[in-house]
């Protein structure tokens, strides 16, 4: 079974503090990853997509080691709204079947 | 656009009951799909759909049948309600290469079987 692992926290995180997250998958053959967000009782959103030479959007950077098999998220300058939980996406190829969804990470920032 | 629809928000059921799940997009996305989402798991695939007329199994599909007549709109049968299928349930859809790209998710049902 392809298995993606995330530690489920919670991370308590006082506002303005950098955090990061990390997610390892089982499946060496995976070829896209996400990370999504999804706050209480809502649906998960598309966060970022993870690219093999890293990206950034605003505060939010993600990085993937494939040779350790794992994907990242720092988060920097943290705000109240970032509370949620962050959810790792691995994609072992072919059509969104092949989605591995990992349980979350809960993120709480404190005032 | 509305984006991912679903109907209803929130439903009780008996056990042994049948009840429909209603999802619908605007987006013209040819790849729907549902999910459960259950407390310590990750969601969960139960059927998943490439096109109009053209479904198949994901890795939780017992007790549950689907349909797609229309690009848009893709329904999740529940044959016989069980406890064990209370749950929060996501439909979902994106464009090809679905595995490639976003998931947009609907807003969800909260399903709770007696």
């Known amino acids: 079974r392809k298995e993606v692992e995330q530690d489920p926290g919670p991370f308590n995180v006082p506002e303005g503090a950098t955090v990061a997250f990390n997610c390892t998958y089982s499946?060496?053959?995976?070829?896209?990853f996400f990370w999504y967000r999804q706050d209480c009782r809502k649906e998960p959103k598309l966060l970022m997509s993870?690219?093999?030479s890293g990206n950034e959007d605003g505060r939010f950077t993600a990085q993937l080691n494939r040779a350790s098999q794992y994907i990242s998220l720092l988060i920097r300058d943290s705000k109240l709204s970032d509370s949620a939980t962050y959810l790792c996406?691995?994609?072992?190829?072919?059509?969104?079947?092949?989605?591995?969804f990992g349980k979350g990470t809960h993120l709480i920032i404190q005032p | 656009n509305a984006g991912v629809t679903q109907t209803p928000k929130f439903q009780v059921l008996k056990t042994g009951q049948s009840m429909t799940l209603q999802c619908a997009q605007d987006?013209?996305?040819?790849?729907m799909s549902w999910y459960r989402q259950d407390p310590g798991m990750g969601l969960r695939l139960i059927h998943y759909?490439?096109?109009?007329?053209?479904?198949d199994q994901g890795e939780v599909p017992n007790g549950y049948n689907v349909s797609r007549s229309t690009t848009e709109d893709f329904p999740l049968r529940l044959l016989s309600a069980a406890p064990s299928q209370t749950s929060v349930y996501f439909c979902?859809?994106?464009?090809?290469?679905?595995?490639?790209?976003?998931?947009?998710f609907g807003p969800g049902t909260r399903l709770t079987v007696l």
């Open positions: 987006m013209n996305h040819e790849y």
């Open positions: 993870v690219y093999s």
């Open positions: 979902a859809s994106s464009y090809f290469p679905s595995g490639n790209n976003e998931q947009f």
């Open positions: 499946n060496s053959a995976s070829q896209s």
């Open positions: 996406v691995v994609n072992a190829g072919g059509g969104a079947d092949g989605l591995t």
């Open positions: 759909s490439v096109g109009a007329g053209i479904t």
